[in-house]
């Protein structure tokens, strides 16, 4: 059984472009959300996606959307890309409630560098 | 969402137990308490979730006092593999899992 898988794992950009990040999730999920994180620091929520539509919102601009297909996969957009939106962008993927158990399951992550 | 305390760096040797605490003062009655390790580059991997008095599993306890509070990662004769960031995860009642900075563990031979 695959778990949550990530594409690609590395990518370079410069600042201004544009870059779209690609999860598949763990096998029986549906619920998938997408984490920031910095060098250092913990994991920052950016959003949530369930039945193709997002759910919650972390304290991320517009530049940040996302979406999720049929199958349940997900796509991370980042636009007009800054310095600081180097990061490791991971997905994590759980099946539908309850939400309070709070149990994910990560990918490797993305690793962006902005030039 | 819950805020979750805990401390920023460890150091253990092999073998020893390793005890890390989370303070999680404004939990909610719903929430459980999940933890979470993480190697460099690596997304995070869930090692334990409870919600009251005492879990085991393979690989680690967790202990939560009755208030729930705060919690207790206990982790049984660490050896180097063990090197990683622990987080503690408490919902809040927002539903979406919340990190902190985590707690760094350096085991030494």
């Known amino acids: 059984d695959a778990g949550v898988t990530q594409s690609p794992t590395h990518l370079i950009k410069t600042r201004g472009q544009q870059v779209t990040l690609r999860c598949s999730p763990k096998?029986?999920?549906?619920?998938v959300s997408w984490y920031q994180q910095a060098l250092g620091q913990g994991p920052q929520f950016i959003f949530q996606y369930y039945e193709e539509e997002e759910r919650q919102r972390g304290n991320f601009p517009d530049r940040f959307s996302g979406h999720q297909f049929p199958n349940y996969s997900s796509e991370l957009n980042v636009n007009a890309l800054l310095l600081g939106d180097s990061a490791l962008y991971l997905c994590?993927?759980?099946?539908?409630?309850?939400?309070?158990?709070?149990?994910?399951?990560f990918g490797e992550g993305s690793r962006l560098t902005v030039l | 969402l819950a805020k979750t305390t805990q401390p920023i760096s460890m150091d253990s040797y092999e073998g020893q137990e390793v005890n890390i605490t989370c303070s999680h003062n404004n939990i909610a009655t719903n929430d459980y308490i999940t933890w979470y390790q993480q190697f460099p580059s690596q997304g995070p991997r869930f090692i334990i979730q409870g919600y009251k008095t005492k879990v085991t599993n393979e690989v680690a306890s967790l202990f939560i006092p009755a208030d729930r509070k705060s919690s207790t990662l206990s982790l049984p004769r660490v050896s180097l593999s063990d090197t990683a960031v622990y987080y503690c995860l408490v919902p809040g009642g927002s539903y979406i899992p919340t990190f902190g900075r985590g707690t760094s563990l350096i085991v030494h031979p």
């Open positions: 096998s029986g999920h549906d619920t």
């Open positions: 994590a993927s759980r099946p539908t409630p309850p939400p309070n158990t709070g149990e994910l399951f």
